[in-house]
């Protein structure tokens, strides 16, 4: 286990990939993954877009659908390290984040870490732990650095935390506040997978775990430079102009107590890059933006007690803000 | 379907309500009945067609037809196929109809018989507002725009008759305006279910709204405002208010019935064809101008006819000077008086006829020359010479008639003009040649019928400055600055000479004249006939007119006025190319003048047929205005991703392809390629380019796209319903959008500016408040 001290040397520029590399080494880890959750290839890119965009993930989906599958695929096809942390009412921050403890021999306090030093973090059910815990993690998650007795501590690059939620049983649980959830790029359910792709499963499992055949197609520093190359991607100004339209309808609506941040735009936007250059474009369009407008927006809103009695969820709301902003928001032209 | 059943019928009874001006121009009120049917015809054939569920256009269509049917039985003549069906044959015969019409319009004063051309061009013009109208109101919701139509129909009596509309004939126009309004609001708001009052109570349809309340207060307002301030604001001649003061007293011009001499002679010389008027054989060689009206009643709408009120029985007295005799064959005259040579001294005619003693106009006592057939006058002709006038001494002032003879308006450019042309003259001739030589051809004068008919006050100045009129206006002139000048003068309308036709004198509409007569002490009344010769065939020169010579030796004067008697057989081109022309050949008349004369006064274009083909080319002007807008924004010199897809954006308005404006382009690319799928590959290329163009920093490359929009085209024409095709090609609903998106931008600014405004006041009007601050009023609060 490998980790810098603060304050650390400033990282050498990454040289960034072409295009033409960035979508065929997306491609790649989206094949990679998907051979170990069928059907689902929506979700995983935007889940690797997520990835790319410096981003977080929440997963809020019943057990048993791949969430940590999906986890650990992605880990796996980047050929980086994956941490699990299983969050129980009885967790403590510094399980998160790691501690100092004394050592007899060097007579001195050593800095043992915690779970969060790794590639990809995967925090299951991260409504059971405490307040307490939870906000250790996103307080890592915002600033990418842990800092114990003092003493700051660099995490890994790239650092990608997923985590899930059950969102159905929701006894003995804290439920995140808006403001972390806020934290996380965007939110994504798996949801079950259809007749043929539950029958590919089956088949594929007989023999053996395809997690255990997967092969990476990319390392951490190939990551860092797709980073690289996705925020470069062209970002016109009408396109801008779009995602803070419908940033901003999220304010006004009215069925919306609490609208997106500007936090979301960024993150909105980000997201919207890597999305175009997975497909081979220098070039956002808002077609990216639609594509990602629900996930990345529908988890921040809180949405008035009428609509939630009405039955009216988050992502119905985004549905319908991007049903009537107008992409070009001058009147008169589409 | 009833609802619209019901605004058809309110559409047809509003424009029906609007024809009520017409009765003020039009004899009897038979002609309401073929109106009334054309109407109805009309909004049945709309009706129907609607009920069976077809679109505007088959129903603007079925009107047309409908119209056409009712022409055709009403006007074909035995032309047509079955009664109704019109034939190549009918149409000619409806040309025929239409210039006969445009003849009557222009020549005769109304009110006028309605029949033949006239009443085919009536309900041509009613027909075809008609359909219009039932455009606006009930196929396409509009009925604000039938407003127009509405005035159109208000504007044709205002504009051929003002004499004959009086204000009060606006008042059914307006209201069934305002009908049409509130019908077609209140099935607007029905539509939308029930009716509520401000504070939520259900209101029946049946009752007015009582929110509109205020609406209508100050719709009331604004009338009776307009009607106050109608009255009071000052006018010029020829307005509304005239009219209405005219109305209010119950006056109307006595002793002359409807007849306006000038109407009369404008419309004679402007008619198209010449008709023969009076046939005359007369052992005069050359007789003189025949008198019918004398106008002397000066006021600032111009010569008015004298009342004839001084009528005495039909005693005439022998005059001096040679008698020569006419048996005048009356073809087409209608008139009230009888044209008269000189100063006759025995008539024998049908009827009960008086002589005005004043004027000595033989006026009808209740008999018309239209009743006559044939009369026979004895004349003497008045031929005084130079040098008796140049002596004569003018009108008394103490004579009775000095008045009558003498009073103008005081117009001041009238008088700078008539001081240019006295100079130094003295005597009365002397004044009467000055005036008479001002007018004339040497000082720049023109014969032109392209003139204003009017002879009020303001057209004889714009004369005196033009330098360009007809005889109307030269003899109003000369008049005017006679008696400006102090000299009794009058002026008199009738007819020239004429033409020579074996023996006989043929005596057509564009021989109406007008001309002066001026008062000397002695001779009596002479003519002078200040138009210039080349624009009056028959023309009858007026020796006296001339210089006399200083000496007093007139007779010696080389003139170029020959003897009168050879004047008819000397023929010289003339405006009209008949044989007897003018007699003198003004000496520095330029000979384009008869040309433009001919094209004037002869059967040239009729302005008619320009107005029916501006009708006919007005349905297809939206098509040709989409039709440049396309080929503007496909030109390859402008051609970019945007025009192309600003292009496809218009073409899926005309053709009905919803695009949201929340779809990006890729997404309507693929909206559209559902709609169109032959060019489903079109659309993508299309789309694709119009986001690389919008969003990528390199831009689009616009080759092909041209042909892209060409095949998107196409197929979506190919797919599209025979209406919706229609529709696109001659009624594009993108330029309806773009007009009405640009009026929406429009209001919306002013709504912006004026709330800017409200709010500026609104801050100045506030005025710091301070709590607590008046001393009187301590604050207690609580102990």
Known sequence: ?334 | MSGQRHATMVAAATLALTLTPLIGIFEGVGWTVPVLLTITVIATAGSLIRAAGRGQGLQTVAMCAGLLVVLTAGFGDGTALLFIIPLPATFEHFGVLASEGVAGIVTEAPPVAAEGGILFLTLLGIGLVAVLHDMFVVGLRTPALAGLTLLTMYLVPVSVAPDATAWFWFILPAVSYLWLLADDNLRRVSAFGHRFTGTGQLVSQKFPSPMARTARWSALGFIVLTLVSLTVVPTNTSGFIDRVAEDWEGGGDAGLGDVNPWAQLSGSLNRPEEVDVLRVSTDDPSPPYLRMHVLDELDSDGFGPNDYDDHQSLDLEEAEGETFTADIENLRMEAPVVPVYGTPVDLSIDGNWDRDADTGVIIGDNSDMGDVEEYTLTYTDQEPDAETLANADGMDPSDERWEANTEHPEVAEVSSHVDEALGDADTVHEKVLAVYKYLSIGNGFRYSLETTEAGNDEAIVDFLETKEGYCQQYAAAMAWMLREADVAARVVIGMSQGSRDGDEWVLTSHDYHAWVEVYYDGPGWVMYDPTPSAGVPGAVSTPWATEPAPEGEPTQEPDATADPSEAPSDATPSAEGGPTAGAEQPTDSPSLQGAEDGSEGGSGFNPAWLLLLIVAALPFLPALARGLLRRRRLDPARLTAKTAWDEVLDLALDYGVGLSDSLTPRQAAGVLGQAAPGAREAATVLGSAMARHRYSPSGADPTGLADAVRDLHTELDKNAEPRRRYQAMFWPASLLAKASAKQAEESARLARRSARATDRVRSAVRRPRRSNSRKDRSVTGRP
């Open chain 1, 1 to 334: 286990m490998t980790f810098e001290s603060s304050p650390g040397q400033p990282p050498q520029a990454p040289v960034p990939l072409s295009p033409q590399e960035f979508k065929a080494t997306a491609e790649g880890i989206l094949t990679n993954v998907e051979w170990v959750i069928e059907g689902k290839s929506h979700t995983i890119k935007l889940a690797i877009a997520v990835m790319l965009a410096e981003g977080h993930l929440l997963l809020e989906d019943v057990p048993g659908v791949g969430k940590t599958q999906l986890a650990k695929a992605l880990a796996r096809s980047v050929d980086c390290s994956v941490r699990r942390i299983q969050f129980t009412p009885d967790l403590l921050p510094s399980d998160v984040t790691g501690v100092s403890i004394f050592d007899p021999e060097k007579r001195d306090f050593v800095f043992k870490p915690g779970a969060i030093f790794g590639n990809l973090i995967l925090g299951d059910e991260i409504n059971r732990a405490s307040p307490k815990t939870q906000a250790a993690l996103l307080e890592c998650m915002e600033e990418r650095q842990v800092t114990v007795d003092g003493n700051t501590y660099k995490l890994r690059s790239p650092f990608m935390v997923i985590a899930t939620q059950n969102p159905v049983e929701m006894e003995g649980t804290y439920p995140l506040p808006e403001a972390q959830r806020d934290r996380f790029a965007a939110r994504l359910a798996i949801g079950y997978p259809d007749i043929n792709a539950e029958l590919a499963l089956l088949d594929r499992r007989e023999e053996y775990n395809p997690l255990d055949a997967l092969r990476p197609v990319a390392d951490a520093e190939m990551i860092v430079r797709m980073i690289a190359a996705a925020r470069a991607v062209h970002l016109a100004p009408e396109l801008k102009r779009y995602v803070v339209d419908l940033v901003a309808a999220t304010r006004t609506n009215p069925q919306v107590r609490l609208g997106a941040s500007p936090r979301a735009t960024l993150q909105l936007l980000r997201c919207t890059q890597v999305l175009a250059a997975m497909d081979g474009r220098d070039f956002a369009l808002p077609d990216d933006v639609q594509q990602l407008a629900v996930p990345v927006l529908a988890h921040r809103l809180i949405p008035t007690t009428e609509t939630t009695m009405g039955g009216g969820d988050t992502k119905a709301i985004v549905s319908d803000i991007l049903r009537h902003v107008p992409v070009v928001s001058n009147p008169g032209r589409y």
